[in-house]
């Protein structure tokens, strides 16, 4: 029996799904041009799909669980189950006007917009009671103010670079999106048990991600200011230095806090401060 993973063959989620298997310790071969692939060290097999059709997969039980952006999810509306948002396929889907246009969102009544995401956009529209035009077109979407197609856009952005180079501006956003795991609803037990050891993983290697592990030398009377400084994962660690009157410091910070936290332990007198990358947490 293994788990049937269905992840993108191609384009901006391909290579971090597959670095967040192989952080998870799953060895895979790249797959080639093959339609899947089988994993040496865990029973999962692995599907390399398009994008979009990865809901409808996961939805029918071809594939157990999938890789896929939150846009997707939500503009697919199949019948599938989020189970956690893994931190990679960053953006978001804006509406966008002329660059010289005075957006306001009344201003979209009776206007014509072109986008991909034709429900999400219909969503967001109703409530907020305007009523537009919308133009289903399945790519290049910033062209259509330039031809002459619609006088707004609804398109993912992530630098913004795109919108700018066709002479638009990011209005108002939408919704924000990211890759998440997403599974079939009724997996029996022995696939649930083992989509559940894969989860346990990916928490693992994201928990690491956001955190560091932080080592200094601390002068005696300082520690309990310093330690006050550090959580950690119980408390600090403090351990004796050959030196008398000093102490070893090891603890863990969340990487937000982290230039933070730095600042405050260099005032509160902390010396020689090692942070370095912590590869799997376990909780
Ligand atoms: O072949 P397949 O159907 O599988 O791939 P695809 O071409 O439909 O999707 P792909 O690979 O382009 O994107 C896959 C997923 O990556 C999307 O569904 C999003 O969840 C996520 N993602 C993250 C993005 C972007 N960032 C992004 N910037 N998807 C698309 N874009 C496009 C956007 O449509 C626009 O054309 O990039 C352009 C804007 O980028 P900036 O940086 O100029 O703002
Ligand atoms: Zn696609």
């Keep these: 029996m293994k788990l ?26 790249n797959g080639g041009n093959k339609l899947k692939t089988s994993a040496a060290n865990f029973p999962l097999e692995v599907y390399f799909l398009r994008d979009d059709d990865i809901p409808q ?11 896929v952006g939150e846009n997707v999810v939500y503009e697919k509306k199949k019948e599938v ?15 966008a006007v002329g660059r010289n246009e005075n957006y306001d969102i009344k201003g979209l009544n009776g206007k014509r917009i072109a986008t991909s995401y034709p429900v999400i956009l219909q969503e967001y529209l109703d409530k907020n009671n305007i009523n537009a035009e919308i133009h ?3 790519g290049s979407v910033e062209i259509a103010p330039g031809i002459g197609l619609a006088e707004a856009i609804c398109d993912l952005v992530s630098s913004g670079s795109t919108l700018l180079t066709n002479g638009l501006k990011e209005a108002e956003t939408i919704l924000h999106s990211q890759a998440v795991l997403i599974q079939n609803k009724r997996l029996d037990t022995e696939k649930q048990q083992l989509l559940q050891r894969l989860l346990f993983r990916i928490r693992s290697v994201k928990q690491a991600k956001n955190n560091k592990y932080i080592l200094l030398n ?50 509160a007198g902390a010396q020689g401060i090692l942070v370095v990358p912590i590869e799997k947490m376990i909780l």
């Design 81 to 95: 189950e989020v189970l956690e948002q893994l931190g990679f396929g960053k953006c978001r889907l804006s509406i």
């Design 4 to 29: 049937k993973i269905a992840i993108q063959k191609s384009g901006r989620l391909h290579e971090d799904s597959m670095r967040l298997l192989k952080e998870c310790g799953i060895d895979i071969s």
């Design 218 to 267: 601390a002068p005696n009377e300082k520690l309990k200011e310093i330690i006050s400084l550090l959580p950690g994962m119980k408390s600090p660690t403090v351990l004796p230095l050959a030196e008398s009157g000093w102490s070893s410091v090891h603890s863990v910070i969340d990487e937000n806090d982290f230039w933070n936290i730095i600042e405050q332990l260099k005032t």
């Design 57 to 67: 997969y996961v939805e029918d039980a071809v594939a157990d669980a999938g890789i």
């Design 136 to 138: 289903e077109i399945s």
